[in-house]
């Protein structure tokens, strides 16, 4: 157990629609990231928060957005999905958002896995 | 977007032989890491690299950050059937914690 959760485990919903993923860090962790993972693929990085505000993007569409609260969970919303939007969508935390001084590598949550038919 | 290259692409072996797999990149990395990832289950940080040239152990598994910092190694001695899993390279450059993966290496284990 890496100590961070996420929400739902499993959602299947269909085209056009609009869901909300949640993730709650390790305890003391700053820093959140989200990442896709397709089929047989590997992760892409979405895109990070550090204390509730946006630090990096990566491939991240414009139908999706994310935010991270006083409380330092995140959500990732996923809008207008698509057929190619089904993946596993993984949550990692982190206390900095800068290498150096000590080391503190990202922890994964178990993912949510998401259908869209 | 960008990955980095893993070879092979999948391992089938015995119980108790040695493997060893490999990730590339066309660019430098500071920080060479590798996961492990369960069917179903998030990535688990197994080894961590800082320095190039580095060799870190973590029980039967060993891992090396390359002299020219493109590349990395994993070493599993004496596989159990417990090692079985996709297991991914990542590195990271300077500045913030982006990590870039590897496309993984699938290792199945026959008892």
């Known amino acids: 157990d890496s100590g961070v959760t996420q929400t739902p485990k499993h959602l299947i919903t269909a085209t056009g629609q609009r869901v909300t993923l949640r993730c709650s860090p390790r305890?003391?962790?700053?820093?959140v990231y989200w990442y896709q993972q397709s089929l047989d693929q590997g992760l892409q990085f979405l895109i990070q928060?550090?204390?509730?505000?946006?630090?990096a993007k990566g491939n991240i569409l414009e139908r999706f957005s994310a935010q991270q609260f006083p409380d330092l969970h995140s959500e990732l919303n996923l809008s207008s999905l698509e057929l190619g939007d089904s993946a596993l969508y993984f949550c990692?935390?982190?206390?900095?958002?800068?290498?150096?001084?000590?080391?503190?590598?990202?922890?994964f949550g178990p993912g949510t896995r998401l259908t869209v038919l | 977007g960008q990955q980095l290259n893993q070879s092979p692409q999948s391992m089938f072996i015995q119980e108790g032989e040695d493997v060893s797999m490999n990730c590339t990149s066309s660019?430098?990395?500071?920080?060479w890491l590798w996961y492990k990832q369960d069917p179903g289950e998030g990535p688990v940080l197994l080894i961590a690299l800082y320095k190039a040239g580095e060799l870190t152990s973590n029980g039967r598994l060993t891992a090396q950050f390359g002299t020219t910092r493109k590349d990395s190694f994993l070493n599993i001695s004496a596989s159990i059937p417990s090692d079985v899993g996709i297991y991914f390279c990542?590195?990271?450059?300077?500045?913030?914690?982006?990590?870039?993966f590897g496309t993984g290496t699938r290792l199945l284990v026959s008892p």
């Open positions: 305890s003391g962790d700053l820093s």
């Open positions: 990542a590195g990271r450059g300077t500045g913030f914690q982006k990590l870039v």
């Open positions: 928060y550090y204390n509730g505000e946006e630090r």
């Open positions: 990692a935390s982190s206390v900095r958002p800068l290498a150096g001084g000590s080391y503190n590598e990202q922890f």
């Open positions: 660019s430098i990395f500071n920080t």
